[in-house]
């Protein structure tokens, strides 16, 4: 039999406590509700924030350059991370290797380097720092992880096998445990291939295998007939733009924060249960420009591969989903990237002799919803123009450090500090 409370409360009482960003507004109070439901905990804003109003990041430090010395010029940065000193490490994909900054921004050592020794990286995958002081990369091609060690110490190198699928993106996660995670799909007997997250302890044997959930949601698609050769073909799917997906990332604490954006619900897997964290929202209206647009972007790219394709799908939605990615922080909070309305741009890079290049595309506000790891809705931040959503950006406490590029797309790692109301 399921159990069922619900209580409604004001910020004052139930968000007593909580630590709020500098400066923070004046807006109205949270009303939350909290309910059981077997084993899971609903914690659902209603409306107001703890914050009581909308945050911005303001940058402190900044690092990279245009012109100067080697380590300030980045070629194309794939990853960056922090460790609890608060050193920086900036992945380039470019340079393939490492290189380490202390909290000022000022430069310290470069680690690794292009090829296929000990220590150094075929491709770059991606950086996180672990438990212990070590930091370690990703090499996708090479199925293997590069551990660095600090003082000198020789580098490191554990290997899994992946069944042979590479992903766009195989990233890598740390925990506050030592564990290394790494995405290693395999193949399926189907086709295809099943992701699942691989944890190596901290000597590199590997331990656990993790998989994520949700893995039976199909989002709304359209087909596409694939020709193989010899007379063989393949249907496969493309997801109709802007409909509901499936995402997940890891806590520090190793456990699976996820959700399906058909609506506002995040899933948090705690020792006893689930916490689902919940909030009111406004859907964010497509408008017929904007629904075209994706349309007929996503009909040409698959036309480039079967000419005579027709729309054979549900049509673009009205109005986009609540959320459109899912980050944690290095403090257990949990940033919830929204989806924002859009408004056309003319691309100034359009090649009309590129049927993929677009001469309008539809770029929207980043805007993110951030949640302490109880279900506590602290409020919204806004990034400012520049600030990169790929690579993925670091979030702790008050701070967050992110790529940004300028421009002339010049990339720099950026550590910002939250503001409210300003």
Not at 151 to 174: D, K, M, N
Request: glycine share 12%; proline share 8%; with cysteine.
């Amino acid at each position: 039999m399921l159990r069922r409370i619900s209580t409604i409360v004001i910020a004052a009482v139930f968000l007593a406590g909580c630590d709020a960003a500098p400066g923070s507004g004046d807006g109205p109070e949270a009303e939350v509700v909290t309910e059981t439901l077997g084993d899971t905990t609903v914690v659902r804003t209603l409306s107001g924030s703890v914050w009581g109003a909308d945050a911005t990041l303001v940058p402190e430090v900044s690092i990279g350059e245009v012109e100067g010395p080697d380590e300030l010029l980045f070629g194309r940065i794939a990853s960056i991370a922090v460790d609890d000193a608060g050193r920086i490490y900036v992945l380039d994909g470019q340079a393939l290797n490492v290189r380490v900054f202390d909290p000022t921004g000022a430069y310290i050592e470069t680690l690794g380097g292009p090829g296929e020794g000990p220590g150094e990286l075929g491709t770059a995958g991606s950086v996180v720092a672990l438990a212990d002081g070590r930091v370690a990369v990703n090499d996708l091609l090479g199925f293997r992880i590069q551990v660095y060690g600090a003082g000198g110490r020789e580098p490191e190198t554990w290997t899994y096998s992946a069944g042979g699928v590479i992903l766009r993106l195989q990233q890598l996660y740390a925990d506050r445990e030592g564990r290394a995670l790494v995405l290693a799909p395999q193949a399926s007997p189907g086709g295809g291939s099943v992701p699942h997250l691989l944890a190596f302890d901290a000597s590199g044997a590997p331990r656990d295998t993790l998989i994520p959930p949700g893995g039976d949601f199909e989002p709304p698609s359209v087909e596409l007939e694939l020709v193989m050769g010899a007379g063989r073909a393949r249907t496969i799917s493309q997801p109709v733009p802007l409909t509901a997906r499936r995402y997940w990332t890891l806590n520090p604490d190793g456990r699976f924060v996820s959700g399906i954006s058909t609506d506002y619900g995040i899933d948090v897997q705690q020792d006893d249960g689930v916490l689902r964290i919940e909030r009111a929202y406004e859907p964010v209206a497509v408008s017929e420009a904007e629904r075209s647009y994706h349309r007929e972007r996503l009909t040409r790219a698959l036309r480039v591969t079967q000419p005579d394709w027709e729309w054979n799908g549900p049509p673009v939605p009205e109005s986009k989903p609540p959320f459109r990615g899912l980050v944690t922080g290095r403090d257990g909070r949990i940033w919830v990237r929204l989806w924002t309305e859009a408004s056309p741009e003319a691309n100034e890079d359009h090649d009309p002799e590129n049927a993929r290049s677009e001469p309008v595309t539809w770029p929207s506000p980043l805007r993110y919803d951030v949640f302490e790891p109880d279900g506590t809705y602290l409020g919204a931040v806004n990034a400012p123009e520049g600030f990169a959503e790929f690579p993925q950006p670091v979030f702790d406490g008050d701070h967050a450090w992110a790529v940004t590029r300028d421009a002339l797309d010049v990339e720099r790692v950026v550590r910002f500090r939250i503001e409210v109301g300003r």
